[in-house]
């Protein structure tokens, strides 16, 4: 089992930038993969960036491609999602995931096994 908390959502403009982070519990953050996901109102959760547990692979949306970045810190228990360039499509609550299984490129909901509670990311226009 772990936990998962994410913090560093706001109001930012468009154009603008800002760093998500999500602080996992317990002592197996390392055997872990993660993923980053986001839910606007009304519409389904998206697959947004995912994480090897070494930090060695990562995968991205078409959509975020050249202007998020995900990254892991496996001696702080924290993955991180650098976003930039944001655009107003990019509102959403924004999740952390993880799952113990094999590395792939998991891009759906189902695959992933535990869930932060959100963190809101507004961009204005």
């Known amino acids: 089992q772990v936990q998962l908390v994410e913090s560093g959502g706001g109001l930012v403009q468009a154009g603008g930038s800002l760093r998500l982070s999500c602080a996992a519990s317990g002592r197996t953050f390392s055997s872990y993969s993660m993923g980053w996901f986001r839910q606007a109102p009304g519409k389904e959760r998206l697959f947004v960036a995912t994480i090897k547990w070494s930090g060695s692979s990562t995968y991205y949306a078409e959509s975020v491609k050249g202007r998020f970045t995900i990254s892991r810190d496996n001696a702080k228990n924290t993955v991180y999602l650098q976003m930039n360039s944001l655009k107003p499509e990019d509102t959403a609550v924004y999740y952390c995931?993880?799952?113990?299984?094999?590395?792939?490129?998991?891009?759906?909901?189902?695959?992933?096994?535990?869930w932060g509670q959100g963190t809101q990311v507004t961009v204005s226009s």
């Open positions: 995931a993880a799952y113990g299984t094999a590395w792939g490129y998991r891009t759906k909901p189902s695959d992933y096994d535990y």
